[in-house]
C-alpha cells in the first residue's frame, strides 16, 4: 500500500495531466469551429442530429443498442486528444450509448494503435481473435455478442457502416490527412509545455510560501499570507 507522501504526488501528476488535456480538448475545439465555419452542415444544428440518429436508426454505432435518454451521449469517433487528434466536426461527432463510449476510451488513450488506424476502428477490431485472453475490450464484445460468428459479422458490419458514414463528409475527409500528418507533433508540444508551466507555477508558489514567517502561512477570508484567492 502507498504511503500518503506518494499518493499526493500521484494525484498532483494526474491533476496536471488533466489540465494539460484539457487544454488540448479546447485547442481541438477552437479548430473544429475555424475549420468547419464555412461547410454547409453545422456539428451542432438538428438537422446534423437527425441525420446521425437516421443514419443508424437511433442506435449505438457500436452495440446497435437503441439509444434513449441520459444512456446517449455525443461520441466522437477520433478523439479529442493528442494521440487521436479528433475534432468536434460533422463526420466525426456521432450519437452512441454511455458504455461504449467509455470502453472506447481505453483505445482512444493509446499512443500507437496496432489493430487499426483510429481509435473507433480499433474497438470494433476487439473481435476477440487478435488479442490475448486478458484483453478487457475483446472481453466487452464477448459480453455483447456471446457467439463469435455472430460477434466478427456485427463488429464488420458496423466498422463499415460507419466509414460509409465518414466518407459522405468530403470537407472532413479532405482535410484529414493533413492534420493527422501534423497535429499529433503540435498537440503533444501544447501538452508538454502545458504541464511544464504548471510544474514551474506549483514550484514558485511554494517557494513563496516558503519564505513566509516561521509561524507559517495565515489562512482567513480565502487568503493565503498575502496570497489573495480570487474564486
Given at each position: 500500500?502507498r ?6 504526488r ?7 495531466s488533466?489540465?494539460a ?12 469551429r475555424?475549420i ?8 451542432d444544428?438538428?438537422?446534423y442530429?437527425q441525420?446521425?440518429?437516421?443514419e ?8 446497435l ?12 469517433l ?10 468536434h466536426?460533422?463526420g ?13 476510451r ?8 496496432t489493430?487499426a ?6 474497438f470494433?477490431s ?14 466487452y464484445?464477448?459480453g455483447v ?22 466518407s ?13 500528418e501534423v497535429l ?14 504548471a ?14 514567517p516561521s509561524?507559517?502561512?495565515?489562512v ?10 480570487v474564486?
Amino acid at each position: 500500500m502507498r504511503d500518503a507522501t506518494s499518493q499526493l504526488r500521484s494525484a498532483t501528476r494526474r491533476a496536471k495531466s488533466d489540465v494539460a488535456n484539457k487544454l488540448v480538448s479546447m485547442f481541438l475545439h477552437e479548430l473544429s469551429r475555424k475549420i468547419a465555419d464555412k461547410w454547409k452542415l453545422r456539428v451542432d444544428s438538428e438537422e446534423y442530429e437527425q441525420l446521425v440518429r437516421r443514419e443508424f436508426d437511433n442506435r449505438c454505432p457500436y452495440c446497435l443498442c437503441v439509444l434513449v435518454g441520459p444512456d446517449s451521449v455525443i461520441e466522437h469517433l477520433d478523439g479529442m486528444n493528442r494521440y487521436r487528434v479528433g475534432l468536434h466536426v460533422p463526420g466525426n461527432v456521432l450519437v452512441a450509448c454511455r458504455k461504449c463510449n467509455c470502453e472506447k476510451r481505453r483505445d482512444d488513450s493509446l499512443k500507437a494503435l496496432t489493430l487499426a488506424a483510429f481509435g473507433w476502428a480499433s474497438f470494433l477490431s476487439h473481435d476477440g481473435s487478435r488479442c490475448g485472453s486478458s484483453c478487457p475490450t475483446c472481453r466487452y464484445w464477448m459480453g455483447v455478442w456471446e457467439n463469435e460468428a455472430e460477434r466478427k459479422k456485427r463488429l464488420s458490419d458496423n466498422m463499415e457502416k460507419i466509414r460509409s458514414f465518414r466518407s459522405g463528409f468530403p470537407e472532413f475527409e479532405q482535410a484529414l490527412p493533413s492534420l493527422m500528418e501534423v497535429l499529433p507533433t503540435l498537440l503533444t508540444k501544447l501538452y508538454s509545455d502545458c504541464q511544464t508551466f504548471a510544474e514551474g507555477e506549483i514550484k514558485s508558489l511554494l517557494e513563496r510560501i516558503d519564505q513566509t514567517p516561521s509561524a507559517g502561512p495565515r489562512v482567513e477570508s480565502g487568503r493565503v499570507g498575502n496570497a489573495q484567492f480570487v474564486g
